[in-house]
């Protein structure tokens, strides 16, 4: 195990993502923000972070939220 601290932050993010964040967090059993870190972590070195199981359930929980955003509206996107 490693030791970390960790700071508590305001983060704003589309609500149809976090949906589906929570979902698979809840799914994998663990916190959002350990969810966050791992993702995160795995793409500062440039790998998949998740299987393809759960590659399959991230597509059923976008469709059941109704997200539709992929990668290429990244830098795109605009509040309203």
Known sequence: ??????AQ???RIEKN???VLKGLAEYLD?????????IVLHS???KAPFSPE???KIEQLKAVYG?????AD???LEEG
């Open 1 to 6: 195990m490693v030791t970390i601290e960790r």
């Open 9 to 11: 932050t305001g983060l």
């Open 17 to 19: 993502v976090l949906k």
């Open 30 to 38: 663990m916190s959002l923000g350990d969810l966050v870190e791992g």
């Open 44 to 46: 500062f070195e440039g």
């Open 54 to 56: 759960t590659m399959a």
């Open 67 to 71: 997200l539709t955003l992929t990668a």
């Open 74 to 76: 990244a830098h795109g």
